[in-house]
């Protein structure tokens, strides 16, 4: 069956770190982009960043620059965000997702695991 | 960073009437060396994972009903459902993937029953 299935999502107090994770199956991992999206509590979908197929490229949005690192492992079929200096606002559903196959960017997003929730609270 | 800017946020529609949902950019999304448009729609059902269901503004995804259509270019989208049925309720998301990240969506836009 092509799943993702996340997990290591939890509380953390403002300031900690994390490192949510992902394992694929069902497909050819290697072949496609990986993206995590986020949704807050309440609010809309929100990419955070996108890691080329072979990990070569990564991107982020401007407000987890330096604190979030994306990989993968594609001998494991996995996927991880690293989240450091957790803040607040962080707190969210993270949804791995997969990307397109193409060659220089990612595009759309056709597959979603069910998502990990990630709470940030003293 | 491209805006995505839906309207309206939420709307109810008789079963098997037509909804209808806007999305729109900031700047075009269309782009002349590819004749794309980078535009996708999502289906968001409560307690489920989001579901491609347009991309290129008009391409159905794998498996989503013909009910479900995408229109426009440039600035101007439109996700239509022509008969909606009960369980197309959910929230419906536009986002915009021209050339470089940020990937961005649209605020959401909740389909409910009338």
């Known amino acids: 069956e092509v799943q993702l299935v996340e997990s290591g999502g939890g509380l953390v107090q403002p300031g900690g770190s994390l490192r949510v994770s992902c394992e694929a199956s069902g497909f050819i991992f290697s072949g496609f982009w990986m993206s995590w999206v986020r949704q807050a509590p309440g609010k809309g979908l929100e990419w955070v960043a996108d890691i080329k197929k072979d990990g070569s490229e990564k991107f982020y949005v401007d407000p987890v620059k330096g604190r979030f690192t994306i990989s993968r492992d594609n001998a494991k079929n996995s996927l991880h965000l690293h989240m450091t200096s957790l803040r607040v606002e962080d707190t969210a559903v993270y949804y791995c997702?997969?990307?397109?196959?193409?060659?220089?960017?990612?595009?759309?997003?056709?597959?979603w695991g069910r998502g990990t929730l990630v709470t940030v609270s003293s | 960073d491209i805006v995505m800017t839906q309207s309206p946020d939420s709307l109810a529609v008789s079963l098997g009437e037509r909804a209808t949902i806007n999305c729109k950019s900031s700047q075009s999304l269309f782009y002349s060396a590819t004749n794309n448009t980078y535009l996708a729609w999502y289906q968001h059902k409560r307690g489920q994972p989001p579901k491609l269901l347009i991309f290129w503004a008009s391409t159905r995804g794998s498996g989503v009903p013909d009910r479900f259509s995408g229109s426009g270019s440039g600035t101007d989208f439109t996700l239509t459902i022509s008969s909606l049925q009960a369980e197309d309720v959910a929230v419906y998301y536009c986002?915009?993937?021209?050339?470089?990240?940020?990937?961005?969506f649209g605020q959401g836009t909740r389909v409910e029953i009338k």
């Open positions: 986002q915009q993937y021209y050339r470089n990240p940020p990937w961005t």
């Open positions: 997702v997969r990307g397109t196959t193409t060659l220089v960017r990612n595009w759309y997003f056709d597959l």
